[in-house]
């Protein structure tokens, strides 16, 4: 048409993908290790976004004594996610690694839930009425009605870098638009952090199964 027009672009900072809570528990990690200019895959600052859209239900956390406990309850927990009416769809199990995803998966199976894993990119299915088991990694720009993030209690494994784990496990958490489900047994520092701010910030952070 001919017509020139100038303006400025605005990065609006209000996350609308994620509850307060999601975004606090996400936050407990990230915050003493990333700085205000890291930004998520959508673009939205990592730290402290001006504020979020809505509220919903405390992030529910697992601490059992073995990752095996820990997958029996997180398959258990989709059961009963279902029977609310979750769809299978709705569902993702997010890995810091492929050892975890592999008994994560086994732990479905052993249950007869309906589940598909995804090891490299171009594998997703989204019309697929499954539970979406992945890599952290592999799940940026995506998002699930409900996330489960087992094995948080061993991050970061020892001679990872901490920063980079706490970016992976931000970007894995605000995946979740409704519910949050996280395993924290284990001696590494996120889930120390994580089952500390559950006894001092309760409203926040629920405690499932001990």
Not at 67 to 80: P, Y
Not at 135 to 147: A, C, D, Q, R
Request: glycine residues 8%; hydrophobic residues 40%.
């Amino acid at each position: 048409m001919g017509i020139q027009a100038q303006g400025r672009t605005t990065v609006l900072k209000i996350n609308y993908r994620n509850t307060r809570q999601i975004l606090h528990t996400a936050s407990l990690v990230a915050a003493d290790l990333l700085t205000a200019d890291d930004q998520d895959d959508d673009g939205i600052p990592l730290l402290k976004p001006v504020s979020c859209g809505r509220e919903g239900q405390a992030p529910v956390i697992i601490h059992l004594p073995t990752l095996r406990d820990e997958a029996f309850a997180i398959a258990d927990h989709l059961v009963s996610a279902h029977k609310e009416g979750f769809a299978w769809g709705d569902m993702a199990v997010l890995c810091a690694d492929w050892k975890t995803m592999d008994l994560c998966a086994s732990a479905l199976t052993q249950r007869k839930l309906p589940h598909r894993v995804r090891k490299k990119s171009g594998e997703y299915q989204p019309s697929a009425d499954t539970i979406q088991v992945m890599t952290m990694k592999v799940s940026k720009g995506l998002e699930f009605p409900l996330v489960v993030l087992p094995a948080v209690g061993h991050m970061p494994a020892p001679g990872e870098d901490k920063k980079e784990a706490a970016r992976i496990f931000y970007v894995a958490a605000t995946r979740a638009t409704q519910r949050l489900v996280i395993g924290v047994g284990g001696d590494g520092g996120f889930g120390r952090s994580l089952r500390n701010d559950s006894d001092t910030a309760p409203g926040l952070l629920a405690t499932r199964v001990k």
